[in-house]
């Protein structure tokens, strides 16, 4: 075995075969470790990311067992629409439209462009007590979405995409008409100690997303 990534694939393998039945324990790290000829930190780390994962339990003391009904857990990952926008071949840029600051919140209106045209406009507010530093980023030059991907790190976070249609603001935004229908997304990201950040961001009509499960 050459790394954590190959004993991972193993055991995986070795559960999807049922090698390693739903609800019985797997051999301890030691014997993994000796047996697959890496080290026992290695093999911690391979057994840590199918617990991520949701295809194993591991519990202190009572060892490591394969769940009943594994099923792979879904991950939030906050895109940055930069890269998003380049990945489809075309130029991002963006324009900060507004901000205003309170003592604890800060207010962005952000218009994304794809080769000039527009992308999604968003309407994001920040709280400073979470992310302090944030007061002081210039977001004309970096956009608060990879500003925030890039320096605040999330504990947990809720998504939810839902139809909505144009309001006048976002209808001189997108370039189109109001009541034109659109694809919404509500996103909140948290730490342990409270929300970093709200969004709600209107893409342009005809805008599609694609998921990979």
């Known amino acids: 075995m050459q790394g954590w990534q190959d004993v991972q694939a193993e055991a995986l ?3 999807q075969a049922r090698e390693w039945l739903p ?5 301890k790290e030691a014997e ?3 047996e697959l000829g890496c080290a026992r930190a290695t093999v911690n780390r391979a057994l840590q990311a199918l617990a991520e994962d949701g295809w194993l339990e591991r519990r202190r003391r ?6 009943l009904s594994p099923q792979r857990r879904a991950q939030m990952v906050v895109p940055v629409l930069r890269q998003e926008i380049e990945a489809t071949g075309k130029v991002h840029g963006h324009r900060l439209l ?5 003592k604890q919140i800060l207010s962005l209106h952000t218009l994304h462009l794809a080769d000039g045209a527009p992308y999604a406009v968003e309407d994001r507010q920040i709280d400073l007590s979470q992310v302090p530093t944030a007061a002081e980023a210039d977001f004309t030059m970096l956009s608060a979405n990879e500003w925030l991907v890039q320096n ?8 939810e995409y839902l139809a ?10 997108l370039h189109c008409i109001e009541g034109t229908p659109l694809l919404v997304l509500h996103r909140e990201t948290f730490s342990e100690t409270g929300w970093i950040t ?6 342009a009509p005809g805008h599609a997303v694609r998921m990979n499960i």
């Open 152 to 159: 605040a790190p999330f504990d947990h976070g809720t998504m």
């Open 62 to 67: 009572a060892g490591t067992r394969v769940v």
């Open 23 to 27: 609800g019985a324990h797997i051999p």
């Open 32 to 34: 993994l470790a000796q």
């Open 98 to 102: 507004h901000s205003n600051r309170t």
């Open 13 to 15: 393998r070795r559960i």
């Open 164 to 173: 909505g249609s144009a309001g006048a603001f976002e209808a001189t935004c």
């Open 198 to 203: 709200k969004l709600r961001m209107a893409y």
